[in-house]
């Protein structure tokens, strides 16, 4: 099998990051964005976007959490998504609030105004862009409040909900986006999740 991947982009950053901490070791293919555009890579995505995990048959699964969910199918432990009924909601819980209320729109503000992005998202709405703006702050303190209460974003352990939100909290820099200084909790645990070895796949 195989992950065909940019190593620029955010998404294919949440799948390495999630291998590294299950030491799971797969081929990497790394191809250009422009190459998402084309009619060959929309029988692997018709999305048009990375990664994608190719398995051994050809098979093509899409979707960064969808391919997470493959590998830890495969192999359960550390478990990222919960062992527990509590822990699985919890953790899904946090994952698609940190996904959809803070990673989504910090993606919006960089696809909407950075003009290299502009093959990729068409029409371009700087508007859009700029409604985004408050909403990256209101759900950073979402998760600052979080944090204030446990170690890591969805409880005591390290999970995919961490995975997601390093990677959005470092997407922000590309997209010009300031952390402020006021989230002491965040600020702890970013620092904190930065340095495990998994952090820098």
């Known amino acids: 099998m195989k992950i065909i991947e940019t190593n620029t982009a955010p998404n ?4 390495r990051i999630f291998l590294a901490e299950k030491n799971i070791s797969v081929l990497i293919e790394n191809i250009d964005l422009g190459v998402t555009n084309t009619a060959d ?20 699964i899409s979707e960064t959490i969808a391919i997470c969910r493959y590998f830890e199918a495969l192999q359960p432990e550390p478990s990222l998504f919960g062992g527990d009924p509590l822990a699985i909601a919890t953790i899904e819980m946090w994952q698609r609030r940190v996904e ?5 729109q910090i993606s919006q503000v960089l696809r909407h105004l950075n003009p290299k992005m502009a093959p990729y998202e068409q029409p371009q709405i700087p508007e859009w862009a700029e ?17 204030s209460r446990s170690r890591y974003v969805a409880g005591d352990s390290y999970s995919v909900a961490d995975i997601t939100a390093l990677v959005a909290l470092d997407f ?10 006021h989230l002491v909790h965040l600020a702890r645990w970013h620092e904190e ?6 952090a820098k796949a």
């Open 12 to 15: 294919p950053r949440r799948v």
């Open 172 to 181: 922000m820099k590309p997209a010009r986006l300031t952390r402020p200084d």
């Open 131 to 147: 409604a985004n703006r408050p909403r990256v702050g209101a759900a950073l303190e979402i998760l600052d409040t979080q944090l």
């Open 100 to 104: 959809m209320g803070l990673f989504y």
């Open 41 to 60: 890579f929309a029988k692997l995505n018709p999305a048009g976007r990375v990664p994608v995990l190719v398995l051994d048959d050809g098979t093509p």
């Open 193 to 198: 999740v930065s340095a495990r070895q998994s």
